[in-house]
Each structure stands twice: as C-alpha cells, then as structure tokens.
C-alpha cells in the first residue's frame, strides 16, 4: 500500500515548486483518478483504552480480532481503525476498508508512521496515500504498467518555442571562449522552465560537450501537483510520490527512471562545490571539456613551475592549499592562483592533486582498476601496453580527456628532470594512489597494489603520445 513505488500529491492548488510552464500535453487521468479516491474516514474507540502508544490517537481500538474490526468498519470505503493483535500482543495493525473488504496491515512506528518503504507524520496521512495508491493501482493498473511505451521524453514539441529561445542564449557565447561557460544571465533564462526543455535547449547547443551522463534520481516528495517529464502521467499520491534528479532536476516516475537514457545535463544552480564533486557532472555543468581546475592549475604550473625540484613531490603549507581549494569552491574559473597570491608552487600543485583524491568517482575509475591492475602484472612490455590501451578505452569519455590531459602536462615535467628531479617513475610514485583508488576501502589491497599503480601512471606518463 504505502510501499507502492509512485505515488503524488492530492489537491489542486498550484505546487511552490512546480514549473510554471505546464503545457496541454499533460496527460490528466490518473490526476483524476486521485481526485476520485476514498477519503480516510476515522472510527473513533467510544472508551478510553489502558496502554493505548502515546503515538496512536482515539483511532486505536486496542485488543480485538479481525471480525470485531470489521464489523467496526461498518463497510464504509475508507474507514480505518488500529487495533493491537491478539495473536502477537505488542504488535499493531492498521485495518482499512478498500473495495468491498478489510484490508489489514502490519503498522509500525519509530519516530514516524509506516507500513512499507514510505514513512508519514500522522496515521491520517498515511492512510490518505494509501487510499490514493490503492485505487490508482486498482483502477488503472493496464495503464501504468504501459506509461512508458510512448513517452513524450524525445518528443517534446510542445517545447519548441523555448527550446530555441534559450538554445540562442546558449550560443551566445560560441566564439568567446573554447570553454564556453554558461554564464549567469543564461542561467536566470532557464531557471523557471522545466529541466526537460532545458535539456533539449543544451543538447541542440553546439558548444556543449557531448559527454554522456546518468542522471542522480533520488526520491523525491513534491508539494502540490507534479507530472512525469518522462511519460506525461501524475505522479499521485502525498509523499515520495516520484524520483528527481539532484543534478539537473529531471522530476520522473520511480519507474520510468529505468528508461531515462543518459543525458543528463546538470545545472550550475545545482552544483555547489567544485572539489568533492563527479567529475562529468562538474565539467557538463560549466560547459568545459575538463574541470577547471585542472585547466587552470596545469597553466599556472607550465608557466612558472615545471624547473622546481621536487615538483608534485615537494609538499605545499595544508592550510594553503585548502585556500585554494576554498577559492575554486567559491569563485570557480575566477579562482586567482598566481605568483601574487601563491607565490609557492607546490601550493598548486598540491591544490591539484587534492582536487583528484577529492573525486567521489577517482579518475581512473572503479569499474576499470582491477583492470588496470591486471594489465600492469603483464611481464611482457608490448603486450603490457595494449592491454592498458584496451582499458583506456573503457574511461567515462571526461575522465579519457582529463587523464590525456594530465599526462601531458606530466610528460612535460620529465622533460625538464635536469632541473626538477622529477621523472615518470618519481612521478608514478606521487600519482599513482592519486588517481586510482580500489573499489573496496582494504589497507591491505592498496598497500598490495602500490607498485601496480605507480606502473601504470608511468607508463601512460612514458607512453602518452602512442596511448591517447
């Protein structure tokens, strides 16, 4: 009942959080369909009952059989009341009238009401979802299960007109810079419409780069009103009635979040950090083909650093470095690392490196370390080097372009080892727990893969020019 995975808000009064642009396409039915369902009718016990939970109201009949509760019940569609088993004293049951029967459910309580996945403020509340998703499901169960046959995702013409108004904003800044930030003007242009026109207005924009994204679906309670940006339905019932996006703020039905291709676009307001945040989220979310900070980093490093000795080895003061780290955090690609400001160069390259062990996903990512591994205990060299080419290949296309990136920048540093005493072993060394990090959080595999690691980012650094 209350477990039902949709479910969305009855009444009519317009959501604080719903968009303002709500064309006809729309589908109303299963909206009707919650203004048609039972309204909770509550069967108040006439006498006071001994240990009555002090969490439970008049609504609790305390110990009686199922044929008493329903005989309580009188037959009236939605009537409820709570009774305490005789079976199994101390456990509580919520009986409920529903299509011409008693239905009863195992209630429980630890700070809130619940009988399934959903948990509620009041039994009232609780028993008004239930009664929503009841008979939606019962009444319109053909329906549901075919919502995402036809869905109006990639077939949004209704959006048209907005499309192209904020695909020429987008475009606006097409030959200002090969970064092609959007900038805050354009933001304010795509706030109040929906994330699914805005994600049709980034994906015929030319300057975004097309790196493909799943999107970050939580369950989501919506307030007032909300419909499916997948199929057009409802989403009914009072809490947790769908899933959104925390990225780009795509609102979809729990289940036909199974059928969203991974396109998401995630959306400036909505990123709030610059370090500990995915990296294909922050580089789709400020339009960049790497994150920032490592662009910004790498130049400030090639202009006035790579002759340092101990480079990358050579620690920066931490309280610095995380000054740095708050100055990316807070003012992003205006962030100032120069000489005037950090005159110490391993602060930077200490910020970067920080940058890399923040990733909540490691550049070289989970789903590939084992891999790399296994191609790094390859004894013969040409052999070695094809196998890490092959999982090269398997890198999220952001993660492929920052690696590329790094290593040459790296190469660069080797190129001046007379200076800097830093070659690709040295700096193997210093990247290698860096950049890829085991899935399972085990001392002992990562104290084991060491010399793995340490291999594998000297040969991408020895060996760019032929790998990317």
């Not at 299963?30 to 369902?37: G, H, K, N, T």
């Not at 004293?89 to 011409?100: E, H, S, V």
């Not at 390259?349 to 062990?357: C, E, I, P, S």
Request: glycine share 4%.
């Amino acid at each position: 009942m209350a477990a039902s995975s949709n479910s969305s808000l009855s009444g009519s009064s317009v959501s604080s959080d719903a968009e303002e642009y709500q064309p006809p396409i729309w589908k109303s039915y299963l909206y009707q369909l919650q203004q048609e369902a039972p309204r909770p009718k509550r069967i108040i016990c006439p006498r006071e009952v001994e240990n009555r939970p002090k969490y439970y109201g008049r609504e609790f009949h305390g110990i009686i059989s199922r044929e008493q509760a329903d005989e309580l019940l009188g037959g009236v569609e939605g009537a409820y009341i709570l009774r305490e088993s005789q079976r199994q004293p101390g456990c509580y049951t919520l009986a409920l009238r529903f299509g011409n029967q008693t239905l009863n459910y195992r209630l429980f309580h630890d700070g809130k009401h619940f009988v399934g996945e959903k948990r509620f403020e009041s039994i009232h509340d609780l028993v008004t979802d239930g009664l929503i998703t009841l008979y939606i499901e019962t009444k319109a169960a053909e329906y549901i299960s075919k919502m995402t046959t036809n869905p109006i995702y990639e077939h949004i013409g209704y959006a048209t007109l907005l499309r192209e108004k904020v695909s020429r904003r987008l475009s606006r800044s097409k030959n200002e810079s090969r970064k092609a930030n959007v900038t805050n003007e354009e933001h304010t242009s795509v706030e109040k419409i929906s994330s699914l026109v805005r994600r049709a207005a980034l994906t015929h924009n030319d300057n975004h780069f097309n790196y493909e994204k799943t999107h970050n679906f939580k369950v989501h309670t919506f307030r007032g009103p909300h419909w499916c940006e997948y199929c057009a339905n409802f989403m009914w019932g009072l809490i947790a009635q769908g899933v959104r996006c925390s990225d780009c703020g795509l609102n979809v039905h729990k289940q036909c979040s199974k059928h969203v291709p991974n396109d998401c676009q995630p959306d400036l307001k909505r990123i709030k950090k610059v370090y500990c945040c995915d990296l294909t989220t922050l580089v789709k979310a400020h339009n960049t083909q790497r994150p920032m900070v490592v662009d910004i980093c790498i130049r400030e490093i090639e202009a006035r650093g790579l002759k340092s000795e101990g480079l990358y080895r050579v620690s920066g003061f931490t309280e610095h470095i995380e000054d740095v780290k708050m100055a990316f955090d807070r003012d992003g690609e205006k962030a100032d690392i120069s000489a005037s400001i950090y005159p110490d160069i391993n602060i930077i390259t200490g910020a970067l490196k920080l940058y890399f062990r923040d990733l909540p996903i490691p550049l070289i990512t989970y789903d590939t370390y084992s891999k790399f591994i296994e191609a790094a205990k390859i004894s013969n060299a040409d052999e070695r080097l094809e196998a890490v080419h092959e999982v090269l290949l398997l890198l999220p296309p952001a993660h492929y372009e920052t690696l590329r990136y790094l290593m040459i920048h790296l190469k660069k540093v080797t190129m001046n080892e007379k200076d800097n005493l830093m070659n690709a072993e040295n700096l193997g060394i210093v990247f290698g727990p860096t950049l890829m990090r085991p899935p399972e959080d085990s001392t002992l595999t990562t104290l084991h893969d060491m010399r793995y690691q340490k291999l594998i980012v000297q040969i991408l650094i020895e060996n760019e020019d032929v790998l990317f």
